[in-house]
């Protein structure tokens, strides 16, 4: 997705940038499965969760677990399968399916209007479309880290998440928990889904 550059700001608070790092690392492993780079960060990485709160600590360390239990060659396979492989995937993970029942209908229309509204566009070598879940969670950490305080701020944020993520993803999440071939995706999905509770519990408090 062709976004403005994002620059963290170095006053940034220290959780909303923990908050953007989760985000990018969950859009990295739904985009795609994880490279021998990534593996070997996490061969050392803590198992202190890198968003504070106890509600992500469990998923976070079986997250990591996960990532140190398989190899390059055995997640590639687990991704084609569930999201991939010939004909329609097992898992679809894309907004549009969740909201309305089918791919590329009025949910992604009113996604693409409300990414030109905050400067977003759509990569054009991209082969998925804007609706799908790692890149819902890249504008996130985009809105969160980046240093343009008239896009990157907390209502924006809110908008984002209320419209085009709370209404579906931790309904992505239960189909991948629920598939029989799922291991380290199910990690994932269970990561994914206690992160998108804690964040919309956040948007309740500021709301509130």
């Known amino acids: 997705m062709n976004e403005r550059p994002v620059t963290l700001s170095p006053a940034g608070d220290h959780e909303e940038l923990a908050r ?3 985000y990018g690392l969950l859009a990295r492993l739904w985009l795609a499965p994880p490279d021998a780079d990534l593996l070997a960060q996490f061969g050392v990485a803590v198992t202190q969760a890198e968003e504070p709160g ?16 398989t190899s390059v060659e055995a997640a590639a396979a687990e991704h084609d399968a569930l999201f991939h492989g010939i004909g329609k995937p097992e898992v679809l993970v894309y907004g549009s399916y969740y909201l309305s029942g089918f791919l590329n209908e009025r949910p992604l229309a009113a996604l693409r209007t409300d990414l030109a509204a905050l400067g977003l566009a759509r990569d054009a070598q ?54 029989p071939r799922a291991e380290l995706w199910r990690a994932v999905a269970a990561l994914t889904r206690a992160f998108m509770q804690v964040e919309t519990q956040g948007f309740d408090l500021l709301e509130s």
Do not use: S
Not at 143 to 166: K, P, S, T, W, Y
């Open 54 to 69: 106890a509600a992500l600590q469990p998923p976070w360390e079986a997250l990591v677990a996960a990532l140190r239990g």
């Open 126 to 179: 991209a082969l998925e479309t804007e609706d799908h879940i790692a890149y819902g969670f890249e504008v996130m950490r985009y809105l969160i880290a980046g240093d343009d305080a008239a896009v990157c701020n907390l209502e924006q944020q809110r908008r984002f998440f209320r419209a085009h993520l709370q209404p579906w993803v931790e309904a992505c999440c239960e189909a991948v928990l629920a598939h």
């Open 20 to 22: 953007a790092e989760l």
